[in-house]
């Protein structure tokens, strides 16, 4: 079973650096692995064949069992390739330019080095996740970040024109429609982790890359 961090500890965890190590992963914990469902521990053997760790997102959502498997369910096969009317690089673009918008520093720190990955280009992706509006994106690039980010800060701004402008640029409606949902799931993700307040992993600071396609 999961332990609750008290609230005192949890703000002495932030204001002491002494004891930084100890910051609890989230706000509710982890669960105990011994006691997981087996669709979910299924999961955490996954990430373990394929990353070598659980990740904390995972860890911390699994506090209930059920949110962890929808949202890992939704994701994989959001971001399946072989699905995706979108490249890898766009997917990756509107996972980063959402968590920035958000301000969720545990997606922007993993999906950053994703997009690194698949651009080739790890200072580039890192400007983009400090501000997409001061690099010089291409049309395609530029139209997906600035849909993204208005989705998220400001979703009745969009009309019809802005749709159509990625239509111009050679998106398909499907594909339209695609970036419209990675942008919308980013943000269901990102609330999750910053209201339970999800500890990056040490290997996004030790420039591991936490996921692949």
């Excluded at 997102?57 to 979108?86: C, G, K, M, Q």
């Excluded at 998220?152 to 009309?159: C, E, F, K, L, N």
């Amino acid at each position: 079973m999961s332990t609750l961090a008290p609230e005192a500890t949890v703000s002495a965890h932030h204001l002491n650096p002494a004891v930084i190590d100890a910051e609890p992963v989230s706000r509710f914990g982890t669960p105990d692995e011994s006691r997981l469902p087996p669709h979910v521990a299924e999961i955490y053997a996954k990430f373990r064949r394929q990353y070598g760790f659980v990740p904390n997102w995972l860890a911390a959502l699994a506090i209930n069992p059920d949110t962890a498997y929808r949202l890992v369910t939704f994701y994989e096969h959001l971001f399946e390739p072989h699905r995706s009317h979108l490249t890898a690089a766009e997917r990756e673009l509107i996972a980063v330019v959402t968590s920035a918008a958000n301000g969720c520093s545990y997606c922007v720190f993993n999906h950053t080095q994703a997009l690194a990955k698949v651009l080739g280009d790890t200072v580039r992706a890192q400007r983009i996740a400090q501000g997409f509006h001061h690099v010089r994106l291409a049309p395609k690039e530029a139209a997906l970040a600035e849909l993204s980010e208005r989705l998220t800060r400001d979703a009745g701004s969009i009309g019809e024109a802005d749709l159509q402008n990625l239509r111009a640029l050679g998106f398909t409606s499907q594909a339209v429609t695609e970036v419209l949902e990675i942008s919308a799931f980013f943000n269901y993700a990102n609330r999750l982790t910053i209201a339970l307040n999800v500890l990056p992993d040490n290997e996004f600071f030790a420039g591991r890359d936490v996921r692949t396609e």
